[in-house]
């Protein structure tokens, strides 16, 4: 008996040891909980996003895509659907479901695999919220502690918002909002029971249970959660059997492409560094940009669509790749047939079977019915046309209607017939004729500075042949076959019957195309607030994110002259001044040395006007103007416009040889139509966080002080009642009253407006002024060897600078100037920007006097001629004027130019 009492009592101790040790734990345990307060505060990750002036969304960028939706916004189908599948006991305990843990056990034990989870809500809102996901007994205990503490701090519908917009739901959504936008593109209160169940079978496994990688698996966990809601009464049985038969659609995901990305990515970098990249990625910044996207769209497709005209010209790079057998040709165009069709989809019907179809689909066999098609109809032909007719298409093929006008697709080259001189392509099953006027352009690939001369290419098997894998644009969707022949095959087969018979066979009119290997690049900017309202850095933001019109730094050739023409205005010289084009030596390094600067065309045309010589940009005359100047008064001219760049202390700055981003280069140019005023490059509007928190706006132009600085204003001189104003001081008076901003007289800006607008009426710009009419300006360049093509052009409103060549310095080819390459981008750009923009005529300031003038001899002509030219002067600085500003004669040339490795470095336009 002492023995039984003594081993109980043992036991007793023991059993206290326990207790006390069990509540010990639980109690040191509890003393490492994190606070639960900042449940209150709830600040989930959230997505920043990039947005254009016009409200379109640029970048949407983060490290969770959700979006927080109050509880009560939240249909009950939906909160039930959650309950139903993870914690229908929710409403009843307090934090643990005891009995809910022991059921899931016995459940899990019978299917043999994991089926319910024993946590609750609560639970997941501790372990989610403030607890790691390791798996050890401390944070099993610290769960079942939080959760109530969770619940003794929060009402149950609380502990549901947070719940319901915090949990992960696949496919890179969080919380419901996000999910049911994300998966049906659809708003919640718009939700069905069939969508809601799919939703929150997702919970326990999202990638397992996931109807894009595993819809089998996602039917059988969609239907277990309808049961649940129909057991626990979130659904009525009605409900329930339509939700079984309900096929549901889903929104095929897609990459999040970024717009206007050369822009978008600039202000994404600048936006980070400014705020920090944590933050700006969990904070849910907005940011407002300055980019018009009606215009960037165009502004692109102008960019691409020159380059590879451009490109085309240096001739045909070759095939993609050949493939060699039918087998491989057949194989090829069904993937491709199946990968267009997805592409057209956006969304597929996701079945009550568990399988998934497509928007645009076809039967598998529907490709060898297209094949079935044209052998049956070719076996049709009489045996004498056999060789000479191919079949077109079935207009009764559905396939037709996908493909895009406009567009490049990848085909595969079936025959080329040089007597025909045609190229048939198929694309995914569908026939295409490539006739010659798509491919004479495809001439041997040459690049270099010397004349090329190319034949028109005829014989299309000379490029290409059967199996070949090539770009062809779409042209035309429904054409004759007979329309795309040559003529020539109908002079040698004149059978009436033959034609007959090719008339009837409709094919897709196409032309060969080629990715560019140049490069090419716009900037557009408001010439009064210095807002960019387009850029693009290049052809494809895909291949290449280098942003060309910020980061690279080209010569500017001859679109540089501008600023040297503008100094002389303001020293001296007048339109019709003028400049000798005329054979002359530099000095060179040392006294046995020199150079003779040459023009583009190598002549020599004289004496010439001002505006002459810089509308048909002759180099001789500029670089004159140069040395009458004085380098040294260029520099410090040019530093006036906040334009940053490396510019030689040399003779060599007259021909634009030194590097200089094209936002530079185009934002001094806006000093001229805007009346001189300098401008600070703009890009971003307003950066707030989601608290509507704003935060400063990063420069962005590193030429400018910060904007903190207040520029200073010379005072205009005083004059007292009665008085006239007082005698101009001593010095130039171009250069009264100017400050950081005022940095060229008005009078002057306009004159040197009215010059540059001659340049795109009259000059080497010309065709610019025949597209867009009178109210432009602008200015070619070219580099030496033709590696540079600029133009740089405006309107009353906009700036725009528009830019072609390779990355890597290679010449674009013979001919390839600044009008032929780079003006023809400006033109495309600016018939949809000017209509929207407005493009009136340049304001005239006061003391402007215009005068008739003989356009080539400067002379002023008497009234009534009728061949004069209309020119504009300062008043009191014209032709007949005795006013002189300063002698031009008693200026420092400003010494030698460096050395030059070839005497063709002058030749520039």
């Not at 610290?142 to 969770?150: E, F, S, T, V, Y």
């Not at 019915?369 to 076996?379: D, Q, V």
């Not at 010397?450 to 894998?469: C, D, M, N, Y």
């Not at 494809?540 to 501008?562: C, E, L, M, T, Y």
Request: charged share 25%.
């Amino acid at each position: 008996m002492k023995r039984l009492v003594k081993t109980l009592a043992v036991l007793a101790i023991m059993c206290l040891f326990g207790v006390f040790s069990v509540v010990g734990l639980f109690f040191y345990i509890s003393m490492d909980l994190p606070q639960i307060n900042s449940l209150k505060d709830y600040n989930p990750p959230m997505n920043s996003r990039i947005y254009s002036k016009d409200g379109e969304v640029l970048l949407d960028i983060g490290t969770e895509t959700r979006e927080v939706v109050a509880f009560d916004k939240i249909p009950k189908r939906v909160v039930g659907a959650f309950l139903a599948a993870e914690d229908d006991n929710f409403y009843n305990h307090e934090g643990i479901d005891y009995y809910g843990i022991v059921r899931a056990f016995i459940v899990n034990m019978k299917e043999g695999r994991l089926v319910q989870g024993g946590s609750t809500i609560t639970q997941q809102v501790a372990k989610s919220f403030l607890l790691t996901k390791e798996r050890t007994i401390s944070r099993k205990v610290k769960d079942l502690l939080l959760a109530r503490k969770i619940e003794q701090k929060f009402s149950k519908d609380e502990i549901l918002f947070l719940y319901l917009n915090q949990v992960y739901l696949g496919g890179g959504y969080y919380g419901v909002k996000a999910a049911f936008k994300g998966y049906f593109d659809k708003d919640l209160n718009q939700a069905t029971p069939a969508e809601a169940a799919l939703v929150a079978g997702l919970l326990v496994a999202p990638g397992r249970y996931s109807p894009y990688v595993n819809p089998q698996y996602a039917k059988v966990r969609q239907n277990y959660v309808l049961k649940r809601m129909y057991e626990t009464k979130k659904i009525t049985e009605e409900e329930y059997q339509a939700a079984l038969k309900e096929d549901i659609k889903m929104r095929i995901r897609r990459t999040n492409d970024v717009k206007g990305g050369h822009f978008t990515d600039w202000i994404r970098q600048e936006v980070m560094k400014s705020v920090g990249t944590e933050e700006f990625l969990t904070n849910g910044f907005k940011v407002v940009t300055t980019l018009d996207w009606s215009l960037q769209s165009k502004a692109e497709k102008a960019v691409r669509d020159r380059v590879k005209e451009l490109d085309k010209r240096q001739g045909f790079k070759g095939a993609i790749k050949q493939l060699t057998s039918d087998e491989e040709i057949k194989a090829f165009l069904v993937d491709q047939r199946k990968s267009i069709l997805r592409e057209q989809s956006s969304f597929f019907t996701y079945t009550t079977a568990g399988k998934n179809i497509f928007e645009f689909h076809e039967d598998d066999d529907s490709l060898e019915k297209t094949f079935s098609y044209y052998e049956e109809e070719k076996g049709k032909l009489n045996e004498r046309f056999q060789s000479l007719v191919e079949i077109g298409n079935s207009q009764n093929d559905p396939f037709l209607k996908f493909l895009q006008l406009d567009k490049a697709y990848q085909g595969v080259v079936l025959a080329v017939d040089d007597a025909k001189r045609t190229i048939l392509v198929e694309i995914a099953g569908t026939k295409v004729i490539i006739p010659e006027s798509g491919f004479e352009w495809a001439h041997e690939r040459k690049f270099g500075e010397e004349p090329h001369w190319f034949q028109p290419q005829k014989t299309p098997s000379k490029i290409l042949k059967r199996g070949a894998v090539v770009l062809v644009n779409i042209v035309d969707k429904s054409v004759s076959s007979d329309q795309l022949i040559s003529a020539d095959f109908f002079k040698k087969f004149k059978d009436p019957a033959l034609r007959a018979l090719l008339a009837k066979q409709k094919f897709i009119r196409a032309s060969l195309d080629q990715d560019p290997e140049v490069e090419g690049a716009l900037i557009a900017l408001n010439t009064h607030t210095g807002e960019i309202v387009t850029l693009v850095g290049g052809v494809d933001f895909k291949k290449s994110q280098f942003n060309r019109v910020i980061q690279s730094s080209r010569q500017p050739g001859s679109a540089f002259k501008p600023f040297i023409y503008a100094a002389g205005l303001e020293n001296g010289y007048n339109p019709s001044s003028i400049l000798m084009d005329s054979p002359q030596a530099l000095g060179g390094v040392d006294d046995s040395l020199s150079w003779k600067p040459r023009n583009y065309d190598g002549e020599f045309k004289g004496p010439m006007t001002f505006r002459n010589a810089l509308e048909v940009s002759r180099n001789i005359p500029t670089v004159r103007l140069v040395q009458d100047l004085g380098v040294n008064k260029i520099h410090e001219f040019v530093n006036r416009f906040h334009i940053q760049a490396q510019i030689p202390k040399d003779m060599s700055l007259s021909l634009g040889s030194f590097g200089i981003s094209l936002a530079e280069l185009t934002k001094g140019y806006a000093v001229f139509p805007n009346g001189g005023k300098a401008v600070r490059l703009r890009h971003i509007t307003s950066i707030k966080d989601r608290t509507g928190k704003s935060y400063p706006i990063p420069p962005a132009d590193a030429a400018w002080p910060p904007e903190t600085e207040k520029p200073k204003v010379e005072p205009a001189p005083e004059v007292a009642e009665g008085e006239t104003a007082p005698a101009l001081p001593q010095g130039n008076p171009f250069q009264q009253n100017l400050s950081s901003v005022q940095v060229y007289d008005p009078r002057l800006a306009f004159v040197m407006t009215n010059l540059l607008r001659g340049v795109a009426t009259y000059g080497t710009a010309a065709t610019a002024g025949k597209a867009l009419g009178y109210n432009v300006g602008g200015k070619t360049g070219t580099t030496n060897n033709y590696v540079d093509a600029l133009f740089v052009g405006f309107s009353d409103t906009l700036a725009v600078g528009t830019w072609a060549g390779f990355d890597d310095n290679r010449p674009l080819g013979y001919g390839e100037t600044g009008t032929r390459a780079a003006l023809p981008i400006f033109i495309d750009y600016m018939s949809s920007a000017m209509p929207k923009y407005g493009a009136p005529d340049f304001p005239v300031p006061d003391g402007i006097t215009s005068m008739l003038v003989n356009k080539q001899t400067g002379k002023v002509l008497p009234p009534g001629s009728t061949d004069g030219f209309l020119e504009s002067f300062v008043t009191g600085f014209d032709p007949n004027s005795d006013t002189q500003v300063f002698d031009p004669n008693s200026q420092s040339t400003g010494g030698k130019p460096s050395s030059i490795d070839d005497e063709g470095f002058w030749e520039n336009q």
